[in-house]
């Protein structure tokens, strides 16, 4: 009778079947062979994960290399200037964190690397450092902070201040009252309106939805109102007579924008273009700004 449990054990005829992700090793072999990195080999002091880890992580470099105190000081400063970048976006003092960040970083990365230039020249040196510089600045730093600014907290200067606007926004819940960031149609920016004497500039635009779409909009000399209720002032260069009606999803936004006059153009050459550009599509819309960033309550206009 056979034993009901056999010990498994590596036959020394058979080699061991192939993991899941040894496919990886082979890429990473083939890859170093490629690139001759099999003919450098790293100093004791030195691994491939801290480096790698170094390259990426802010001050973490300097942690690994140590004194402990001078990396838990580079680590904490690399986090405060990243939490001031944070608050202070769309500021000149996010512009200094940001590159004060970018220095603890490189530095910290060249004094990881110092057992591999301890016996080279000076030049070299320099050269080693410039060169760290300009990958952490191209390959991360400036990836990460369009992120940041494009994607996530767009900060916007009007009239002084900044206000940050966050760019996930659901077109579908956006009422009457509430501020936008939006871009303007292509077709309506250039030389779009009466012949060139008109000229509308691309950039953003940041006002509030006036009317949302199936209102009626109707406009006269005391000023305008949204289906028939309270009468609101007109804002500069509204029409003072007729309605519009917002078409499905659109919203009615009258452009709150910096209007500058070269020759007789006129003012009903004007509304005529701005009206044009009140009839924003939602599927333009960038962003609404927070009420508030962090502890600054945001102004609007």
């Known amino acids: 009778m056979g034993r009901k449990f056999i010990p498994e054990s590596p036959s020394p005829f058979y080699p061991p079947r192939a993991r899941w992700y040894s496919a990886f090793y082979y890429l990473g072999n083939a890859v170093r062979r490629r690139l001759a990195l099999d003919r450098f080999a790293l100093p004791r002091e030195m691994k491939a994960s801290d480096l790698l880890l170094g390259f990426f992580v802010p001050g973490l470099a300097v942690h690994l290399r140590g004194p402990r105190i001078l990396g838990r000081a580079a680590l904490a400063t690399s986090a ?42 000076f030049p070299r040196r320099i050269g080693f450092t410039i060169l760290m510089l300009l990958g952490l600045m191209l390959l991360f730093y400036w990836p990460a902070r369009s992120l940041i600014q494009n994607h996530l907290f767009t900060p916007l200067r009007m009239h002084g201040h900044v206000i940050v606007v966050q760019r996930f926004l659901s077109q579908q819940t956006v009422p009457r009252g509430e501020w936008v960031a939006y871009l303007p149609d292509e077709n309506d920016v250039g030389e779009n309106y009466h012949g060139g004497t008109v000229w509308l500039r691309s950039g953003l635009c940041f006002a509030p939805v006036l009317a949302v779409a199936g209102d009626t909009v109707t406009f006269s000399t005391n000023g305008f109102s949204v289906n028939g209720g309270f009468c609101q002032t007109n804002q500069p260069y509204m029409p003072i007579s007729g309605e519009t009606v917002v078409p499905e999803n659109h919203c009615f936004i009258w452009p709150n924008l910096y209007i500058s006059g070269h020759g007789d153009v006129g003012d009903a050459r004007i509304t005529s273009a701005l009206m044009g ?25």
């Open 80 to 121: 405060l200037l990243v939490l001031v970048y944070i608050i202070c976006i769309g500021y000149p003092t996010a512009n200094l964190a940001f590159g004060l960040l970018l220095s603890i970083h490189s530095t910290g990365f060249v004094y990881y690397c110092n057992p591999v230039l301890a016996h080279e020249t």
């Open 277 to 301: 550009l009140a009839d924003v599509n939602k599927t333009n819309f960038y962003g609404r700004p927070f009420r508030q960033w962090f502890w600054r309550k945001q102004t609007l206009p």
